[in-house]
């Protein structure tokens, strides 16, 4: 079975810094590129990055570029997102998300929330 | 950048009924179309994709059809669980990959 488990959100004051964690399992993780997708508060969804399988290339939504990092770790099976001069607009529930054979997103973690305020 | 518009924003459907959900691309995305539910409090599930290819585990009531710029999402006879959100989501051109702005189906 698919499991996605994100872990590290809470709650970090503006121009603060987080690093999100994804733990997969029940699938060769190496082998699927995956993605990161947020959901702000009351509102729809948001693709934030991408990497392959390999953790070669990346690539970030323009309104995270500069900021985020998307990162992979295929000997432990996890996904990270480090997250930089964090804004109040960044405040979201962030799911990692295993891209499909087309890259669609076929299975969704639970999510880990990020609230960035004062 | 892809631009994904639903309609409606919130479609009521008695139980039993048929409940269609639209959503249009600004430019074609061929069938790199994708459709998700999002239960209150829950993650996403997949529940289509190339445009009308059920997900795994997916019931027969819901189908997709479409290509180019035009889809539709069809719940054949509406349950209540089928309280939720529907998004679409374009996988044609990327970066960014887009989804709609959603469409809130609710039971009468």
């Known amino acids: 079975e698919v499991q996605l488990v994100e872990s590290g959100g809470g709650l970090v004051q503006p121009g603060g810094s987080l690093r999100l964690s994804c733990a997969a399992s029940?699938?060769?993780?190496?082998?699927?590129?995956m993605k990161w997708v947020r959901q702000a508060p009351g509102k729809g969804l948001e693709w934030v990055s991408y990497?392959?399988?390999?953790?070669?290339?990346?690539y970030y939504a323009d309104s995270v570029k500069g900021r985020f990092t998307i990162s992979r770790d295929n000997a432990k099976n996890s996904l990270y997102l480090q997250m930089n001069s964090l804004r109040a607009e960044d405040t979201a529930v962030y799911y990692c998300?295993?891209?499909?054979?087309?890259?669609?997103?076929?299975?969704w973690g639970q999510g880990t929330l990020v609230t960035v305020s004062s | 950048e892809i631009v994904m518009t639903q309609s409606p924003a919130t479609l009521s459907v008695s139980p039993g009924e048929r409940a269609t959900l639209s959503c249009r691309a600004s430019?074609?995305?061929?069938?790199?179309l994708a459709w998700y539910q999002q239960k209150p409090g829950q993650a996403p599930r997949l529940l289509i994709y190339?445009?009308?290819t059920r997900a795994t585990g997916i019931p027969a009531r819901f189908s997709g059809s479409g290509s180019g710029t035009e889809f539709t999402l069809t719940i054949s006879s509406l349950q209540s669980e089928d309280l939720a959100v529907y998004y679409c989501?374009?996988?044609?051109?990327?970066?960014?990959?887009?989804f709609g702005q959603g469409t809130k189906l609710e039971i009468k």
């Open positions: 998300a295993r891209a499909g054979g087309r890259t669609n997103p076929d299975y």
């Open positions: 029940g699938f060769t993780f190496s082998s699927y590129e």
């Open positions: 990497i392959t399988g390999g953790g070669g290339s990346t």
């Open positions: 430019q074609s995305v061929s069938s790199n």
């Open positions: 190339g445009a009308s």
């Open positions: 989501h374009q996988y044609n051109y990327w970066p960014p990959w887009t």
